[in-house]
């Protein structure tokens, strides 16, 4: 039985990097730039808009700088569970 989803080079799903992306643009919210939001992560604004777009997949050390600076479980950040995850705490 072959899946449906196609799969990005890392092996993720693209539909769930789709999400992961969702998720992170979810935290940015409407009132903060992307360009003010990747410099509080130390990355390029390209680079955020990548992985808002689901066009790549953060990295470990992004993940967890999110999670640590948004107050957000990295499980709520890939699979979008909310159980136990502390989900969304903005700044």
């Known amino acids: 039985m072959t899946s449906s989803r196609k799969l990005?080079?890392?092996?993720i799903a693209?539909?769930?990097?789709?999400s992961l992306g969702r998720r992170i643009r979810q935290l940015r919210?409407?009132?903060v730039?992307?360009?003010e939001f990747a410099r509080?992560?130390?990355i390029s604004q390209s680079q955020l808009s990548k992985y808002e777009r689901g066009i790549v997949a953060p990295?470990?050390?992004v993940l967890i700088r999110i999670k640590e600076q948004f107050r957000v479980?990295?499980?709520?950040l890939l699979t979008?569970?909310?159980?136990?995850?502390?989900h969304i705490s903005r700044h």
């Open 33 to 35: 730039s992307q360009d």
């Open 73 to 76: 479980s990295i499980d709520w």
């Open 29 to 31: 919210g409407f009132d």
């Open 14 to 18: 693209t539909s769930e990097m789709r």
């Open 59 to 61: 990295p470990a050390d």
């Open 40 to 42: 509080k992560l130390s």
């Open 8 to 11: 990005s080079d890392k092996g």
């Open 80 to 86: 979008g569970d909310i159980e136990g995850s502390g």
